[in-house]
C-alpha cells in the first residue's frame, strides 16, 4: 500500500456518504470543533450529536460542491475549503462515495489520501468482502474491522 508523504498534522474527523446522502461511516480522532448557532439541535452538553454533525457536513459539501459546478462549469470540481479553525478535504469517487476529512486549517491538500483510502482501504476491505453489503439502506454503515483498524493505522501512523 503506497502512501503519500504529508507534513505533522491534526486528523479531526472522518466520514464515508453513499450515494442516498447516507453517513454510512464516521470516526472522530479528536472531538469535533463545528459549531451550529441552534441550541435546539444540541446534545450532550452544548455539542452536536453524531447524527447531527454528519447532517450538518453532507449539507456543506452538498451546497459548496453545487456552488462551484453551477460557477465553474462541469468541468470544475469542489476539493477543499478552509475556515479558522478547520479544513474540510473532499473527494468523490466514480460510483458517487463521498469521502470527507476535517483535519488542522494549516494541512495542504488531501485529495490524493483521500483517493489512496478509497482504493487502498475502502475498496480492499468493503467492496471486495462478500460479506458487506453493495448498498448501505437506511444509513447501515461500514461494520468492517479489517477497515477500520486499516483506517485508524494509516491516519495515526503519519498519513
Given amino acids: 500500500m503506497a502512501q503519500v508523504e504529508v507534513e505533522a498534522m491534526t486528523v479531526y474527523s472522518f466520514y464515508i456518504f453513499d450515494r442516498h446522502t ?5 470516526k472522530s480522532w479528536l472531538p469535533t470543533i463545528i459549531n451550529n448557532g441552534d441550541a435546539s439541535s444540541r ?3 452544548g455539542r452536536l450529536s453524531a447524527a447531527d454533525d454528519a447532517k450538518l457536513i453532507f449539507g456543506t459539501i452538498f451546497s459548496l460542491r453545487n456552488m462551484v459546478r453551477k460557477l465553474g462549469g462541469p468541468e470544475d470540481s469542489f476539493i477543499s475549503y478552509r475556515t479558522g479553525q478547520y479544513k474540510l478535504h473532499y473527494y468523490e469517487t466514480p460510483t458517487n462515495l463521498k469521502f470527507v476529512m476535517l483535519t488542522d486549517t494549516k494541512t495542504n ?7 489512496q483510502i478509497y482504493v487502498n482501504l475502502y475498496v480492499e476491505y468493503v467492496v ?6 453493495v448498498e448501505h439502506p437506511g444509513g447501515v454503515g461500514v461494520a ?3 477497515f477500520e483498524l486499516a483506517l485508524d ?3 495515526t501512523g503519519g498519513l
Avoid: A
Avoid at 471486495?128 to 453489503?133: E, I
Fill in 128 to 133: 471486495k468482502n462478500p460479506l458487506s453489503p
Fill in 43 to 45: 446534545s450532550r452538553g
Fill in 22 to 26: 447516507e453517513c454510512i461511516y464516521h
Fill in 109 to 115: 491538500n488531501l485529495r490524493i489520501v483521500l483517493h
Fill in 144 to 146: 468492517n474491522e479489517l
Fill in 153 to 155: 493505522s494509516f491516519i
